[in-house]
């Protein structure tokens, strides 16, 4: 089984509807991270958890929210879907190593349209 | 600044080729490592390598290697005798230590390999 999950992998919405991306993780990482790739413009940060209390903004967090429900589980909304979200949208972990040694793992990825 | 710049937008080689993606970063930290991860075309990230800024030892893993040049702020990924299989999106990253930072990962815009028959 894969150590990071994304549910679901693809999703075709609508503008203007809530829409949930689901991560899950089992390999006991601390820190979870969402990121969206635009063809192009490589990855960016939408959000990033360093502990189930912990909730940081990225570098594009607009019109997204998250959730950490558990040390294993990281959601990612979008409370009202619009076309320019469309994009592909990764889950990430990693163990707390500091200084900048954290290996980030990442999940296979969930294919977002919203039309 | 942070910053990662991977100047090859794409490379196309024949199979058994040998290829080199070219990475080059900025930082004003001492202390930070730097990732190579493919991304084949199937959409997953997949990672390959982390060095730290200590390091300056070339790393090789079986086809893969990897030049690491503080003097030129490079960590260069060659492919050796390069197959099909290897085509894929290639990403390099950098990892400051600076506090402010939080750590997270600067990426580069990425290379297209593209490898033919």
């Given amino acids: 089984d894969a150590d990071v999950t994304q ?9 203007g509807k809530r829409i949930m991306l689901e991560c899950s993780q089992t390999k006991g990482h601390d820190r979870m991270y969402w990121y969206r790739q635009d063809p192009g413009l490589g990855l960016r940060l939408i959000y990033y958890s360093f502990d189930v209390k912990d909730i940081n903004k990225g570098e594009i967090s607009d019109g ?17 879907a619009i076309p320019n979200q469309t994009a592909l949208y990764f889950c990430a972990t990693s163990d707390l190593q500091g200084n900048g040694a954290d290996t980030q793992y990442f999940g296979p990825g969930t294919r977002l349209t919203v039309l | 600044a942070q910053k990662v710049t991977q100047a090859q937008t794409e490379i196309s080689v024949v199979e ?11 930082t004003r930290d001492t202390t930070y490592y730097l990732f190579w991860y493919k991304q084949p075309p199937s959409g997953e990230l ?22 690491f040049q503080k003097s030129t702020s490079s960590f260069n990924f060659t492919i050796t005798a390069s197959q099909v299989v290897d ?11 600076f506090m402010d930072s939080n750590y997270q990962l600067i990426w580069g815009a990425g290379t297209k390999l593209i490898i033919k028959p």
């Fill in chain 1, 7 to 15: 549910t679901p992998r693809n999703r075709i919405t609508k503008t």
């Fill in chain 1, 64 to 80: 997204y929210s998250v959730s950490r429900q558990a040390q294993a589980k990281f959601s990612l909304s979008l409370e009202s």
């Fill in chain 2, 16 to 26: 058994k080729e040998d290829v080199t993606l070219d990475c080059v970063y900025e």
């Fill in chain 2, 46 to 67: 997949v990672f390959l390598i982390r060095r730290n800024s200590f390091d300056e030892q070339n790393e090789i893993s079986g086809r893969y290697s990897w030049n």
């Fill in chain 2, 87 to 97: 085509s894929a999106v290639y990403f390099c990253a950098l990892s400051p230590s």
